[in-house]
C-alpha cells in the first residue's frame, strides 16, 4: 500500500486502460490520547488493473478528535467515514472518467452491529454527492478490508 497525494493518484489512474476498475472506501479506529477521545480515518483508493489482473492501493491516514458520545452507535465517526469517501470520489472523479467506479461503506445493514445506526443516511448521502449506489458489508472490501489495514 503506497501512501500518496491526491496528484499522484489522479496521474496514476489517467495512465490505466478504460478497463481499469476503481474501488474507493474508509474505515476509522478511535483511540484515547491524554484523556481525548480521536479517530483516524483511513481512506484507501484500490486501482484494480484492467478489472482482472492485480491492483495497486493508495492510502490517505488524518486523525481527528472523535466526538461520539455513544460507543457501540459512532454516529458521527461513521457519517465521517462516508464524507471521506465521497469526498475522494469528487476530487477523482474528472480522472476516473468512464472508467468502472464502486465506493465502498464499512457500515453493515445488519441491525445488531453498530454501524446500521447511519445506513440509510450514509446510503442517501453518497447517492446525494456522487450519483453512485454504495456497496456496504459484506461487499464493500475497500473499506472493510483495504482501509481497515491501513489502520493496523
Not at 458521527?76 to 472523479?93: C, F, G, Q, S, W
Amino acid at each position: 500500500m503506497t501512501i500518496a497525494s491526491l496528484d499522484q493518484v489522479k496521474r496514476y489512474i489517467e495512465n490505466t486502460s478504460d478497463t481499469t476498475k476503481i474501488y474507493i472506501g474508509s474505515d476509522s479506529a478511535r483511540f484515547l490520547k491524554n484523556g481525548i477521545w480521536y479517530a483516524e480515518y483511513a481512506t484507501v483508493v484500490v486501482v484494480h488493473y484492467d478489472g482482472c489482473r492485480g491492483c495497486k492501493i493508495f492510502g490517505f491516514l488524518e486523525v481527528e478528535k472523535d466526538f461520539d458520545q455513544k460507543k457501540d452507535k459512532p454516529r458521527m465517526r461513521l457519517m465521517t467515514e462516508v464524507m471521506k469517501t465521497a469526498n475522494m470520489y469528487i476530487n477523482l472523479e474528472e480522472s476516473i472518467n468512464e472508467r468502472h467506479v464502486e465506493i465502498h461503506l464499512d457500515i453493515n445493514p445488519d441491525l445488531k452491529y453498530g454501524s446500521s445506526c447511519v445506513i440509510s443516511e450514509a446510503v442517501g448521502y453518497i447517492k446525494g454527492m456522487c450519483n453512485v449506489v454504495p456497496f456496504v458489508k459484506p461487499k464493500a472490501f475497500a473499506a472493510s478490508i483495504a482501509a481497515d489495514r491501513l489502520l493496523a
